[in-house]
């Protein structure tokens, strides 16, 4: 391999500079030297279900092999009809208005659509109000399409909860879409019906667009509900977005979709937009595709996982009791989705710096956790977890992390 050639400057245009993506970022790079040294690792830094032994279900994998000949060919851009017909029919069955094939758009994961979303969108220096704490790529594909996150707070005192009062206090002539992540990433937030419903009446108030996140809209635990948010915001213009990732516990088929709802004469151009988009980049994977019917009505996977003795459920105990009986640290339970966010409380708090943390917790304890500023937040003392080890390897993972905040706060 020759040298990187310094006149090879990276794009300033696209603002790459001012990206950050800290979950896979320079603790990740510094995790995998360890690993090539020989040292064996936690990594829960990742919400990725197979890195833990979970398997995406064997319909799923069966609907893939059953059809892997006809997977040859490029599909519409929007992507396949019948999956496109599984999704407007799942998406009708909860309510969504005017959810029909054609407005069905399948990506590379949801994360392919997220940037295809904002791009079809934004202006340059239009703004997009963003969740803090957020899921980074969100941030990260307003940056890099030319607009600019306006954050609105998630107030750990209140559930992590959004506040609709400071949502609308945010709004200027420049801003053009409120983002919503339900259930939360890294929060792990639900949010009810009463709450969406002011949010839904600001995004209206002001034409803005809603653009939804519910990639974890079947992982929800207790007696936590899903609300979507596409039946409240009726004839607005609302674009849901889904996949396998998550629910499905696929995230290596990268399938994802969103749906565009509202009144379609509202929204005719950015339908065309997202159309042209998709069509650039041909088509999403195939193969994955194939399993989304299955996936939409072969019947619920996901809560023998999250009711009480399910793997994740149980994990997710070990994280509340875990935090429960250290005096260091405090958490808002997740209600839903994949994540512990807790914050550091106490004498181990003063000076904290929640990346020092997780490059201590990394180089001494062998734990890869994320930094909470990682989710564009303005305080240091949070840091994310996963639920998805065993219970025993979180228990673990908790035990060794208090012993570094306890050798924190006795220095
Ligand atoms: N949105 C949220 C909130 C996520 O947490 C993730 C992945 O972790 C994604 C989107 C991206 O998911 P996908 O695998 O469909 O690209």
Redesign the pocket.
Same mark, same amino acid.
């Given at each position: 391999m020759s040298a990187f050639n310094p006149r090879h400057k990276i794009a300033t245009r696209t603002r790459l500079s001012e990206v950050r993506y800290e979950i896979r970022g320079e603790l990740a790079r510094r995790a995998r030297e360890l690993e090539a040294q020989g040292r064996k690792l936690i990594k829960l830094n990742i919400?990725n279900p197979g890195a833990f032994g979970f398997r995406a279900p064997e319909p799923l994998q069966r609907a893939i092999a059953d059809h892997i000949h006809r997977t040859d060919p490029y599909t519409h851009q929007q992507g396949l009809p019948e999956a496109r017909e599984a999704i407007a029919a799942f998406h009708q069955r909860r309510g969504t208005p005017n959810a029909v094939p054609e407005r069905v758009f399948i990506g590379?994961? !949801?994360?392919?659509l +997220?940037d295809i979303a904002l791009r079809a969108l934004l202006n340059p220096g239009e703004e997009v109000l963003v969740p803090s704490p957020d899921?980074p790529?969100w941030s990260a594909a307003t940056i890099l399409n030319d607009g600019r996150p306006v954050y609105y707070r998630l107030d750990r005192d209140n559930g992590f909860l959004p506040d609709p009062e400071q949502i609308e206090s945010l709004i200027s002539s420049r801003t053009r879409a409120i983002v919503l992540?339900n259930p939360n990433?890294p929060t792990g937030a639900s949010y009810p019906r009463e709450l969406l419903e002011q949010i839904v009446e600001i995004a209206r108030r002001y034409r803005l667009l809603l653009l939804v996140?519910e +990639?974890?809209d079947g992982i929800l635990y207790d007696d936590a509900v899903f609300q979507p948010v596409a039946p409240l915001a009726g004839d607005l213009p609302c674009l849901s977005?889904g @996949?396998l990732?998550?629910v499905h516990r696929a995230?290596g088929w990268? !399938? @994802?979709w969103a749906v565009l709802s509202g009144d379609p004469l509202a929204c005719g151009d950015y339908h065309h937009a997202l159309d042209l988009l998709g069509a650039l980049r041909l088509c999403a994977n195939v193969p994955g595709q194939f399993a989304i019917e299955q996936a939409l009505h072969g019947g619920d996977t996901i809560s023998a996982l999250t009711a009480p003795g399910g793997r994740l459920y149980e994990t997710r105990r070990a994280l509340i009791e875990a935090c429960r009986a250290s005096e260091h640290l405090a958490l808002v339970p997740p209600a839903g989705a994949l994540y512990g966010f807790p914050r550091v409380v106490g004498p181990a708090a003063q000076g904290f710096d929640d990346h020092d943390f997780a490059l201590e917790m990394l180089e001494q304890e062998h734990v890869l956790i994320v930094p909470g500023t990682s989710f564009n937040v303005p305080y240091r003392d949070h840091f994310r977890v996963t639920l998805l080890p065993e219970a025993d390897q979180l228990r673990e993972v908790f035990i060794r992390i208090d012993r570094v905040l306890s050798r924190r706060a006795e220095a």
């Open positions: 919400g590379n994961g !949801v994360s392919e +997220i899921y790529l992540i990433n996140d +990639i974890y977005f @996949g990732s998550k995230c990268r !399938v @994802g």
